[in-house]
């Protein structure tokens, strides 16, 4: 390789890898500088590359220190320490050389190296430069997506296994388990789909970005991006509690009286709405109104069902038991015990829901 292509070839790499092309010279040039003192037995060498030209020189140095002093033994006897003349050179000697020099710097001497260095350097140099990338490349994208845990992304489908897809971010695939993708979805390879990051995982060999389509977080930042009241904190969001592929209830709230969050959140006709459930794939939206009154917030909890008698029984653990009359106590309770189990999560309270009959029966009184 001529050092033409050897500088097509770094920069092919900075652009595929995206890392900084000063950590590959440096990386190859301590790669280089191990394997010919390796092989040639020259612990005072180096290997320096032209970043312009991409030519490869090979010196050997030694280092300037300072002018040996006799020292005084506890004996009385005196010491003075011998410079080795092929690693060292006397402050005193290397001015002569140049004036400018100081303790600490180096006087380098250019080397030819022996004619196989090219084959052995390049073979024993490859996989520390191999590895130097990869920390290299690992660095990259850990400073690139660091910061985007708990955010939405946009992907592209590029690969799929067994148990997960592999989505395209740009510099990086991010891995979407297939038990994290929305119930009764399909996925298709080349699509371009929003992705939750739900972790950045840096203590293994690779850096994973886990993402996911069923994290409660995933319809969090979905009204964010469709409701733009939020970016401007005229809607505040409380939480979110979700069983992905059948129903989510989203809390919202505006410290503002006369303005409606809820209103704002489903949009004119239910446009904003619309699109959130698009993108859940008909996953059902139920909008409650937050209130600081945790009575008033369980029974918004619980819609659609209604006229519900509420008593906190425990505030300290946050316990409370819901009377619900014969015809919503179905309703409270849900299918399969969705709708309290959701309601429970949302208002963060354990609900004992109950008919008036049962009320009654346990001698609960009823306001």
């Known amino acids: ?35 010919y003192k390796k092989n040639y037995g020259k612990s005072n060498s180096k290997v320096l590359i032209n970043r312009d030209t991409g030519e490869i020189k090979v010196y050997s140095y030694i280092n300037v220190v300072e002018d040996p002093k006799e020292e005084v033994l506890e004996d009385g006897s005196t010491y003075l320490k011998e410079i080795n003349p092929s690693l060292e050179i006397a402050l005193s000697d290397a001015k002569k050389i140049n004036k ?13 190296p022996k004619e196989d260095f090219s084959r052995v350097a390049t073979s024993t140099a490859k996989q520390v430069v191999i590895q130097k990338i990869r920390e290299a490349e690992r660095n990259s994208i850990l400073a690139e997506f660091q910061d985007k845990e708990g955010e939405m992304l946009l992907g592209t489908v590029a690969l799929e296994d067994t148990d997960n897809y592999f989505i395209d971010l740009g510099h990086s695939n991010g891995i979407l388990p297939k038990r994290e993708i929305i119930p009764g979805e399909k996925i298709e390879m080349g699509s371009t789909i929003r992705v939750y990051v739900t972790k950045i995982d840096n203590s293994g060999r690779n850096l994973v970005i886990k993402l996911s389509r069923t994290h409660y977080g ?14 401007d904190g005229t809607v505040l969001m409380y939480g979110v509690a979700r069983e992905a592929g059948v129903r989510s209830k989203v809390a919202v709230y505006s410290e503002n009286e006369n303005f409606d969050p809820i209103g704002a959140c489903i949009g004119e006709k239910g446009s904003r709405i619309a699109l959130i459930i698009k993108e859940l794939k008909g996953e059902k939206i139920d909008l409650v109104k937050y209130d600081k009154d945790p009575k008033i917030f369980i029974e918004n909890a619980l819609q659609p069902a209604h006229d519900l008698t509420v008593l906190i029984t425990d505030p300290k653990k946050n316990e409370a038991i819901v009377v619900a009359s014969r015809d919503n106590f179905s309703l409270a309770i849900g299918k399969k015990g969705i709708n309290a189990k959701l309601a429970s999560r949302l208002t963060k309270y354990k609900l004992d829901i109950k008919n008036e009959e049962d009320a009654k029966a346990l001698g609960i009184k009823i306001e």
């Open 218 to 231: 995933f319809v969090k930042r979905l009204f964010e991006l469709e409701i733009p009241e939020f970016a």
């Open 100 to 112: 400018t020099l100081e303790v600490g710097d180096t006087i380098d001497t250019l080397i030819t």
């Open 1 to 35: 390789m001529n050092a033409s292509e050897f500088l097509k070839a770094v920069d092919n790499i900075v652009k595929e890898k995206n890392i900084d092309k000063e950590i590959v010279f440096e990386s190859m040039e301590a790669a280089l500088t191990t394997a």
